[in-house]
């Protein structure tokens, strides 16, 4: 169940509770919207993981892009700082790169997800 189905039954569960009287009931309602925000939180956490590490995955394929060009400008006008630059882009996205993926890896282990 998601969390916003949770937090509705909870809603329900409390109101009915307190219509009859009903603590135990009532104490059932609220314990379930707690779970509920508790999920909404998990989800929330997932998502910007999620997020970040496609936002890493990104910037790493555009540094070593970059790089890429720059290493090739260097050789073709023999500029030797130019081509060392690509050639350090092109390690720094190679970095962000497997830090997006261990971010992705870390994901798909807690969540469980292959995707």
Do not use: C, P, W
């Not at 590490?53 to 540094?63: I, Y």
């Not at 260097?74 to 081509?83: E, H, T």
């Not at 390690?91 to 798909?108: E, F, H, L, N, T």
Request: aromatic letters at 0%; zero cysteines.
């Amino acid at each position: 169940m998601s969390g916003t189905t949770d937090k509705v039954k909870g809603r329900v569960k409390e109101a009915v509770g307190a219509l009859a009287n009903d603590k135990s009931l009532k104490r059932e309602g609220k314990m379930d919207q707690a779970a509920g925000a508790v999920k909404d939180a998990v989800d929330g956490a997932i998502d910007t993981v999620t997020h970040a590490g496609r936002r890493t995955k990104v910037a790493g394929k555009t540094d070593t892009l970059k790089g890429r060009v720059k290493e090739a400008a260097g050789a073709l006008v023999n500029d030797k700082s130019l081509k060392r630059k690509g050639q350090i882009d092109q390690a720094a996205g190679a970095v962000k790169d497997a830090i997006g993926g261990a971010i992705d890896s870390v994901k798909r282990a807690v969540t469980g997800h292959r995707r």
